[in-house]
């Protein structure tokens, strides 16, 4: 991991830090301390490195089970993004195909303290230009349905149960990204909603997942498979839906699992199961699991268990992870990752879905689905489609 000098800290205007999950009362007060950026290259534990570093400031995250409590003198909390392909290594998985994004790094934990002195500098940016160019998709409706069969194929072996596959597509810009990015945060059910930037690059999420919160002392993740127009016929149909409950309850089961293997023996529960929520348009079925955490267990642990999500790989996840290396012909760069804001007893993370990242000249969004056995090929391209349409739109709008 390599400690970089805090991006723009000497730059006037200041927006407000809008890291997904940072505290709204200190989000005018807070000032970048430092960073560091990790990529696959590097070699080394990213969990690990994480945690450590993180220590090294104050943010003590080795035990999450012992009480802490906000210092409103020292380090608030940090800024934690993991990309797909660092949850890949924390896995032990493959990593798959290069990353269409380059400029973005797999890890970045940025350091935030308290400043009162900074509220009356911080000013909005005045409006840009801005241009979007066209998108360029990284595979075809064809070669997406392929990789449907090809998922389906592999169901019918018994290799995998279910695989969640994502497709990519790229635009040119000219602008500041950054304030198109951070209007992702107004889509509606955009529980991640916030923005995170580095030196040539920056990610905008609109996130309705949550991948794992910490909450009174106790562990939540918040799994969503399942989705249909939000319409009264659209809602009706995702309750009936069979084929859709089956795969719900394949990834719950699988967090269940993830999540047993870092908890209290026998605190492992499902509190809410296949509720429907709103996001944007579109309906989406969502469970709560969660579990207390084991004595001794670190943020580092903790990663390793929950990285990569279970509902954007499938089940086994290592199975699942091989063949998605295998299928999708470029990385997932910022999306299916992690993103969100920890502090001593805090963790909430988001998982990147309904996310886009902009390098120095090119905007990216990404999108897919989970295939099981009765997926249909033509659903799934247009299921994928509509998920990163209002994303899409919202940026196109500038």
């Given at each position: 991991?390599?400690?970089v000098?805090?991006?723009?800290?000497?730059?006037?205007?200041r927006?407000?830090?809008d890291?997904?999950?940072?505290?709204?009362a200190c989000?005018?007060?807070?000032?970048e301390?430092?960073?560091?950026?990790w990529t696959?290259t590097?070699?080394g534990?990213?969990?690990?490195?994480?945690?450590?570093?993180?220590?090294?400031h104050?943010?003590?995250?080795r035990?999450?089970?012992?009480p802490a409590r906000?210092?409103?003198?020292?380090?608030c909390?940090?800024?934690?993004f993991?990309?797909?392909?660092?949850?890949?290594?924390?896995?032990?998985?493959?990593l798959?195909?290069?990353?269409p994004?380059?400029a973005?790094?797999d890890v970045?934990?940025?350091?935030y303290?308290h400043?009162?002195?900074?509220?009356?500098a911080?000013?909005?940016?005045p409006?840009a230009?801005?241009r979007?160019?066209d998108?360029?998709e990284?595979?075809?409706?064809?070669q997406?349905a392929?990789?449907?069969?090809?998922v389906?194929?592999?169901?019918g072996?018994g290799?995998?149960?279910?695989?969640?596959v994502?497709?990519h597509a790229?635009?040119d810009?000219?602008?500041d990204?950054?304030?198109?990015?951070?209007?992702l945060?107004a889509l509606?059910?955009?529980?991640?909603?916030?923005?995170?930037?580095?030196d040539?690059?920056?990610?905008?999420?609109?996130?309705?997942?949550?991948?794992?919160?910490l909450?009174?002392?106790r562990?939540?993740?918040?799994p969503?498979k399942?989705?249909?127009?939000?319409?009264?016929d659209?809602?009706?149909d995702?309750?009936a839906s069979?084929?859709?409950?089956a795969?719900h309850?394949m990834?719950?089961?699988?967090?269940?699992?993830?999540?047993?293997r870092?908890?209290?023996?026998?605190?492992?529960r499902?509190?809410?199961l296949?509720?429907?929520?709103?996001?944007?348009d579109?309906?989406?079925a969502e469970?709560?699991v969660?579990?207390?955490?084991?004595?001794?267990?670190?943020?580092?642990?903790l990663?390793?268990?929950l990285?990569?999500?279970?509902?954007?790989?499938?089940?086994?996840?290592?199975a699942?992870?091989?063949?998605?290396a295998?299928?999708?012909?470029?990385?997932?760069g910022a999306?299916?990752?992690?993103?969100?804001?920890?502090?001593?007893?805090?963790v909430?993370?988001?998982?990147?879905?309904?996310?886009?990242a902009?390098?120095?000249?090119?905007l990216?969004?990404?999108?897919?689905g989970?295939?099981?056995?009765?997926?249909?090929?033509a659903?799934?391209?247009?299921e994928a489609?509509a998920?990163?349409a209002p994303?899409?739109a919202?940026?196109?709008?500038g």
């Open positions: 991991m390599r400690q000098r805090p991006y723009g800290v000497e730059a006037l205007p927006p407000p830090v890291i997904p999950g940072v505290p709204v989000r005018t007060v807070l000032v301390r430092d960073r560091c950026e696959v590097d070699g534990d990213p969990a690990e490195l994480i945690e450590t570093f993180l220590a090294g104050g943010i003590d995250l035990d999450l089970a012992r906000h210092d409103p003198y020292g380090a909390g940090a800024a934690v993991v990309s797909a392909a660092a949850g890949a290594v924390m896995a032990g998985g493959p798959g195909a290069p990353t994004a380059p973005l790094p970045a934990v940025v350091v303290a400043d009162p002195h900074l509220a009356a911080r000013t909005p940016a409006p230009r801005w979007l160019g998108w360029r990284s595979w075809t409706p064809r997406h392929d990789a449907v069969q090809a389906r194929a592999a169901i072996r290799d995998v149960y279910q695989v969640n994502v497709g790229a635009a810009y000219r602008g990204a950054g304030p198109v990015l951070s209007r945060a509606p059910g955009a529980r991640y909603g916030g923005t995170l930037h580095g040539g690059w920056a990610i905008g999420c609109a996130s309705p997942e949550t991948l794992i919160e909450r009174a002392a562990l939540l993740t918040r969503i399942g989705t249909r127009p939000a319409t009264a659209g809602r009706r995702l309750l069979a084929k859709e409950r795969e309850i990834i719950v089961d699988l967090e269940r699992n993830d999540l047993a870092v908890a209290r023996t026998g605190s492992v499902v509190d809410e296949f509720a429907v929520r709103r996001w944007c579109l309906w989406q469970s709560t969660s579990a207390q955490p084991a004595d001794g267990l670190g943020l580092a642990g990663l390793r268990a990285c990569p999500g279970g509902s954007v790989t499938g089940a086994p996840k290592l699942a992870l091989h063949h998605i295998a299928l999708e012909p470029v990385g997932r999306s299916m990752g992690a993103l969100g804001w920890v502090a001593p007893g805090h909430d993370l988001g998982l990147t879905i309904r996310t886009a902009a390098d120095n000249d090119r990216h969004v990404w999108a897919g989970g295939i099981t056995v009765d997926s249909d090929p659903a799934e391209v247009a489609a998920k990163a994303v899409r919202l940026l196109a709008a």
